[in-house]
């Protein structure tokens, strides 16, 4: 019977010496059977003495470089206000499309039916329980020409929560 263990990011910190790993500095990580969970602690290259006694596996890695700049998911209610000001810009209706696609995948959104005749394809009818209602998307592929702007666009729009 295969068993899912969710195995904890690197702390950043030597199990033995309670120091800061740094970054691109090398260290050992080791999973501990515990009672209920599985443990993972990481030890600096200096203070390994090699796995403890209830480990099930060890490895060396590399802390990984800090970047100057940490880009973070956008709050889905930010995508959804996002997605709400596209409905009165017909020109917007490809990112609007796309951008509806994403809240389904992010399971913010459910596709509810796709209705065809209002518009080239049709209508994708979503229902957003966050927010309690419905949302009608025109159903508008990009095209080729338009899909690099447009992807611009959505990164803009799903990493810093700017408006389109």
């Not at 740094?22 to 990481?42: C, K, N």
């Not at 039916?113 to 957003?128: D, N, Q, T």
Request: one cysteine or more; glycine letters at 6%; aromatic letters at 6%.
């Amino acid at each position: 019977m295969p068993m899912d263990w969710k195995i904890a990011r690197p702390n950043c910190r030597c199990a033995t010496s309670g120091r800061s790993l740094q970054p691109g500095e090398s260290f050992y990580s080791v999973l501990i059977r515990g009672s209920v969970t599985i443990e993972r602690l990481d030890y600096a290259v200096d203070a390994w003495q090699g796995p403890p006694e209830r480990s099930l596996g060890w490895w060396r890695s590399q802390m990984p470089a800090t970047e100057a700049h940490v880009s973070t998911l956008a709050p889905p209610d930010v995508l959804l206000d996002a997605m709400e000001s596209l409905d009165s810009q017909p020109n917007q209706q490809s990112l609007r499309y796309t951008l509806s696609l994403l809240l389904v995948r992010r399971r913010v959104l459910r596709i509810m039916e796709s209705v065809s005749g209002e518009g080239a394809s049709g209508v994708l009818v979503l229902s957003c329980r966050r927010r309690d209602c419905e949302y009608r998307v025109v159903i508008t592929p990009p095209s080729h020409a338009e899909a690099e702007e447009l992807e611009t666009k959505l990164g803009s729009l799903i990493w810093s929560g700017a408006a389109a």
